[in-house]
């Protein structure tokens, strides 16, 4: 299961089938393990933990899914929500999540070129990362990736946002479905 906001949902992709939670479901079935995996994609745009949290019973616990793919923090960063305690509340849904018996891989943020040097945005980014540290969980960096793309591709910001210079393009989204593929390869 995919829980996230409106990158999760597919925003920013051409179509929805180039978002990377179809694009991952495609990718994952193509492993022997998972050809009859199920994947849904609870991504709703705008969505902070808070709502997150507040329809986890329905969109989550009512599923019994074994895996929860868990992006979070960017839209909290946006309304200058509480680092301190969106920090807290996401690592208190890990626990649960955990507790429920539901393995988690946290997702941060999408790179935006207009906050690559906003504090309050890397504060955030780096909450997910301690949360994933802390509660030892997988944590796809989506941001350092794009910034490696960018690095080693000779990219530009440009190229890996979409028109609204806010969400993943294309290529991002693939990117993103390739690396959360790599979590489910054996060995």
């Known amino acids: ?12 992709a051409s179509t ?10 495609g990718m994952l079935h193509q492993l022997p393990a998972y050809r009859s995996a199920v994947v849904w994609n609870k991504g709703v745009g705008g969505d902070t933990l808070d709502a997150e949290l507040a329809r986890r019973a329905q969109d989550v616990y009512a599923l019994n899914p ?4 868990l992006q979070s923090g960017m839209n909290d960063a946006l ?21 429920h018996r539901i393995q ?11 906050l690559a040097t906003n504090s309050e945005y890397h504060r955030f980014l780096k909450a997910v990362s301690e949360v994933g540290q802390e509660q030892r969980v997988p944590v796809l960096a989506r ?14 910001p440009g190229e890996l946002v979409a028109q609204d210079q806010l969400h993943p393009n294309d290529f991002s989204h693939w990117c993103m479905a390739r ?9």
């Open 104 to 114: 988690v891989v946290l997702l941060d943020s999408q790179y935006v070129p207009s």
């Open 1 to 12: 299961m995919a829980l996230g906001s409106s990158s999760t949902a597919g925003a920013g």
């Open 143 to 156: 941001y350092k990736l794009s910034v490696r793309l960018m690095a080693q591709a000779n990219m530009t």
């Open 79 to 99: 309304q200058h929500r509480d680092v301190a305690t969106f920090k807290r509340n996401l690592s208190g849904f890990v626990q649960e999540l955990k507790a």
């Open 66 to 69: 074994t895996v929860v793919l």
């Open 179 to 187: 690396a959360l593929a790599d979590f489910f390869k054996p060995g």
């Open 16 to 25: 929805l089938a180039e978002g990377y939670v179809a694009q991952f479901t």
